[in-house]
């Protein structure tokens, strides 16, 4: 691994939370980033207006990898309101921080988000 990663950034790589399939989900969805081939397959289940669980499948980097595992942990729980309100920041802070070149990676967590949460 590239010592340009944070630590929490490997970390989530290496054990990413929330990956998986989510055959009861509320809504799926499935965002590409045609620059560098990165997919994100994102799963919701929501129940009571909050999000109770929450799944993804990536193929892509190391950061894609890793922003959609720390995405996963920060909206699971979150009412739909707070979920919306999340921030890219709030992710590429929880990663601590991520290279330049990575950067992308939080954008395609976004987006898969906020594809989910309008076809609610």
Do not use: W
Request: net charge neutral.
């Amino acid at each position: 691994m590239s010592p340009m990663y944070s630590p929490q950034v490997l970390d989530h790589f290496q054990n990413p939370r929330n990956a998986g399939d989510l055959p009861d989900a509320t809504v799926s969805t499935e965002v590409h980033n045609p620059a560098c081939g990165d997919v994100l397959q994102l799963s919701l289940k929501v129940d009571a207006g909050r999000i109770s669980d929450v799944r993804f499948r990536a193929k892509g980097c190391v950061a894609s990898m890793a922003c959609a595992s720390a995405m996963t942990g920060l909206v699971k729980g979150r009412s739909l309101a707070e979920a919306r309100q999340l921030r890219r920041e709030e992710i590429v802070n929880t990663l601590g921080g991520l290279p330049e070149a990575s950067v992308h990676a939080s954008h395609l967590a976004m987006d898969a988000l906020s594809v989910a949460l309008k076809k609610l």
